[in-house]
């Protein structure tokens, strides 16, 4: 069971919108529409941003969007502010019922 | 308001056995809820180690199966993990989630929220 595969970091001037990629497998992310994302900011525990691919809990800033392209998810950031700072995991479901982690991605906000 | 929070002993010896105890307020285990249990080396990813269910189903991690058994108590509101055989590659901060599952896909850990505030479990080297 591997890692999803994100980028080490990206980074956005505020304003600007980012994109995070997190590439599964046909056993995770392209199996299921169970893609979620979480915001940890340093020091923090993991806050949930979006869950099954698309959807917002209740809260969070419609600023934080998901999608999904066959075995590759993304989150997109708009409008980034200097909160945003901090790093972003995916994790999605998998075909033996388990969950698996992204490596995560630190977003900088110049 | 749902919270969570994790309590452990915060130094281990190699070859000892971890106990991590989640307690929780706000929600109850009945149907559809569960909690989780993800760990966290120092400056490194998320890790999922295990999941309990309302009606006592369980998941584990394929890589740490052999040695993690979780087990709840419904009337202390608890959720307990134990860790065998630990290593100093287990030093990490560890968490307990709550979720609630659905059987669309099979019951299994599909989303966490919200998360404990961690507890730092060092194992000496």
């Known amino acids: 069971q591997s890692a999803l595969t994100q980028p080490a970091s990206v980074s956005g001037s505020p304003g600007q919108s980012i994109t995070i990629s997190c590439t599964g497998s046909s056993s995770d992310v392209g199996a299921y529409n169970y893609v979620s994302w979480y915001q940890q900011h340093s020091g923090k525990a993991p806050k949930l941003m979006i869950y099954?691919?698309?959807h917002r809990p209740s809260g969070v800033s419609n600023r934080f969007s998901g999608s999904k392209s066959g075995n590759t998810a993304s989150l997109s950031i708009s409008g980034l502010q200097a909160e945003d700072e901090a790093d972003y995991y995916c994790s999605s479901y998998t075909t033996d019922t388990t969950m698996v982690f992204g490596g995560g991605t630190k977003l900088t906000v110049l | 308001q749902i919270t969570l929070k994790e309590s452990a002993v915060a130094l281990v010896n190699p070859t000892e056995t971890l106990t991590l105890t989640c307690t929780f307020s706000?929600?109850?285990?009945?149907?559809?809820?569960?909690v989780g249990w993800i760990r966290q080396p120092p400056g490194k990813a998320l890790e999922w180690l295990a999941l309990?269910?309302?009606?006592?189903?369980?998941r584990y991690s394929p890589s740490l199966q052999k040695r993690l058994i979780i087990n709840k108590d419904t009337s202390k509101k608890q959720v307990v993990l134990t860790m065998a055989n630990m290593d100093p590659v287990d030093t990490a901060t560890y968490y307990c989630a709550h979720t609630v599952g659905s059987s669309n896909g099979g019951w299994g850990p599909k989303w966490f929220d919200p998360w404990g505030q961690g507890t730092l479990v060092t194992v000496f080297s």
């Open positions: 309990i269910y309302w009606d006592d189903g369980k």
């Open positions: 706000g929600f109850s285990l009945t149907a559809g809820v569960g």
């Open positions: 099954d691919v698309t």
